[in-house]
């Protein structure tokens, strides 16, 4: 049982260019989230997902997509990166909604140069 | 809306001393609340949660919290606080499909 497993956990990414932040959960848990924490403003919520084929914006979606086609893959696409995507990304999943807490993957330090 | 303050920004105490980190939250029903854990360079840990009943909550690693619904707070204690807990700690209400957070609270040990 690995949990919440996220890829890569550093990218360096030029001004402009796109990629995918991987998050892979092994509980068959319904809930997944994406999370970003930048110095001094903590967690804020980019999109979640209720289930397969659901998915949501958070606080601060720009920017940023999302696709849940199976319940253990969800991945958070970078469509055309910018210095202010520099940040921390955290995967998160819960069984049965946020209500009862979620579990957290090590996270991905994005740095767009 | 939801909203969490934790209004320490940085706290040092001494191996061996008691510690509570404040917690004060805005919602308008019957709040969930947490409290995370994070080490350095590592994702969150829960340490504990609390949904209804009992106003004092045990959690993980000799960390306790007690809700007070008359203060909005949702404070972390531990009596005797141990070199390991140096970490950063967040405060959490739930909303329908999101943890606010709070900006987080970063706990210094001293020898």
């Known amino acids: 049982n690995a949990g919440v497993t996220q890829t890569p956990k550093f990218q360096v990414l030029k001004t402009g260019q796109s990629m995918t932040l991987q998050c892979a959960q092994d509980?068959?848990?319904?809930?997944m989230s994406w999370y970003r924490q930048d110095p001094g403003m903590g967690l804020r919520l980019i999109h979640y997902?209720?289930?397969?084929?659901?998915?949501d914006q958070g606080e601060v979606p720009n920017g940023y997509n999302v696709s849940r086609s199976t319940t253990e893959d969800f991945p958070l696409r970078l469509l055309s990166a910018a210095p202010s995507q520099t940040s921390v990304y955290f995967c998160?999943?819960?069984?049965?909604?946020?209500?009862?807490?979620?579990?957290f993957g090590s996270g991905t330090r994005l740095t767009v140069v | 809306a939801q909203s969490v303050t934790q209004p320490d920004i940085h706290i040092t105490v001494s191996e061996g001393a008691s510690l509570e980190l404040r917690c004060n939250y805005s919602?308008?029903?019957?709040?969930?609340l947490f409290w995370y854990v994070q080490s350095p360079g590592q994702g969150l840990q829960l340490l504990l949660k609390y949904f209804s009943g009992d106003t004092l909550v045990q959690g993980i690693k000799g960390f306790e919290a007690e809700f007070k619904r008359s203060q909005s707070s949702f404070n972390l204690r531990k009596p005797s606080v141990h070199w390991s807990d140096a970490a950063e700690y967040f405060c959490?209400?739930?909303?329908?499909?999101?943890?606010?957070f709070g900006t987080g609270t970063r706990l210094t040990v001293i020898p």
């Open positions: 919602y308008g029903a019957t709040p969930y």
């Open positions: 959490a209400v739930s909303g329908a499909n999101n943890l606010f």
């Open positions: 998160a999943s819960s069984y049965s909604g946020v209500r009862y807490g979620y579990t």
């Open positions: 509980m068959n848990h319904e809930y």
């Open positions: 997902s209720v289930g397969a084929g659901i998915t």
